[in-house]
Structures are given as C-alpha cells and as structure tokens.
C-alpha cells in the first residue's frame, strides 16, 4: 500500500510539475537541474529526491519529455 503524501511532498510535486511544465520541450531539465530550480523557490531537496517525487506524480524522464 502507498503512503499517504504529506502536505510537504504536495507541494515539492505541484512546484516539480510547474517548472516540467514551463521548460524548453527540446531541451528539458535533467533532475539536478530541477532540484536547482526547486531550491531556487524555498526547496532544498537532492537530485535522488527529485527523482523520487518526479516518479509519483508519472512525470517521464529528461530524454523521454524531449520533443524534436
């Protein structure tokens, strides 16, 4: 059974989907440069973190969000 999500995590999740949905298609933010982004607003988190949250909420990896 999964965990429930504390409120923390919601919010690491909503701003992670923010700044995946904000990013150049052709050249998208590899998970070092999301946790830079995320603790740019207020979020210190590690990239294995960032990796983590990215898989709950189904967001693909860098090479595979890339559009030509």
């Given at each position: 059974?999964?965990?429930p999500?504390?409120?923390?995590?919601?919010e690491?999740?909503?701003?992670?989907r923010?700044?995946?949905?904000?990013?150049?298609?052709?050249?998208p933010?590899?998970?070092?440069?999301?946790a830079?982004?995320?603790?740019?607003?207020?979020?210190?988190?590690?990239?294995?973190?960032v990796?983590?949250?990215?898989?709950?909420?189904?967001i693909?990896?860098?090479?595979?969000r890339?559009e030509?």
């Amino acid at each position: 059974d999964a965990l429930p999500i504390s409120s923390f995590s919601r919010e690491i999740i909503a701003a992670l989907r923010e700044i995946v949905e904000g990013e150049d298609r052709r050249h998208p933010l590899n998970d070092d440069a999301v946790a830079e982004q995320l603790s740019r607003r207020g979020f210190k988190v590690a990239r294995r973190t960032v990796a983590k949250y990215r898989e709950q909420a189904g967001i693909p990896v860098a090479r595979l969000r890339r559009e030509l």
